[in-house]
């Protein structure tokens, strides 16, 4: 059974994302020898142990350093193979989703890849983010056949697998989630589609206000006007009917 994909990856990307997928980052790559030639010399090579290490340097340095450690310090330090780790998951506040963001691919470490980078920017942010759900696959089998006419009885099965992941976002201004999904629309990555609903909350009282807006304009001021609206209503109906309108004077005093 083949299977039809949506692009087909380069090897150098392949081996771009097993290398994020097995513990190394793009800043963790050596710049200097390549990796066959250190391990030739016998020096090792970077690890996912050194990364870490060098994270928990940063982390210290930031803690001792003069105020305290901060999440706005952490967000905005350089800390290189931060990328490899699971973002920093901030605790809800009023538990109020504000929007939703759905992935989809039909090349899952694609997909992982970009998920991971969507919640670094959401942890960066201070977005409270839920950890990624993995939907339900989406399956379709297409059966077509490969020749017409006598060679009908021969056919051919295509098969097509959509992957979606879905993260929701908690308690965060509008502001900072478009800021977010601007982001994430700049640095889209091929292959990887997104889907993003939003909630917007109106202010305390605006059920009030659009009810005293509508009374407002029913509302008709002057007493000739409304008097005058009724017998045109009046005169509409009874023409509509055939009937002969007979005005009325009306008194002085009204």
Known sequence: MLA???????????????????????????????????SKSGRPSSSASSLEGAS???LQSLTHAAGGFSEEKWASTVVHG?????????????????????????????????????????SALGIPLSRPVHLPTQRSLWTVPRSPFVHKKSQENFERKVHKRLVKAWDADPQVIERWVRYLERHAMPGVGMRIVRWERAPVGIGEKVLKNAVEGMRVSDKHKMQALGEQIVKNELASQGTEVVQTPTSASS
């Not at 380069?10 to 980052?25: H, T």
């Not at 109020?96 to 670094?120: C, E, G």
């Open 4 to 38: 039809l994909k949506a692009c087909a990856r380069p090897r150098g990307l392949a081996a771009l994302v097993s290398r994020c997928r097995r513990g190394y980052s793009l800043d963790a790559i050596p710049q200097g020898p390549s990796e066959a030639e250190s």
């Open 56 to 58: 928990q340097n940063w």
């Open 82 to 122: 931060r990328s490899v780790h699971e973002p920093l998951y901030h605790a809800r506040t009023h538990d109020i989703p504000v929007a939703t963001v759905h992935f989809r691919s039909y090349a899952p470490p694609l997909m992982d890849l970009f998920v991971h980078f969507a919640s670094h920017a959401a």
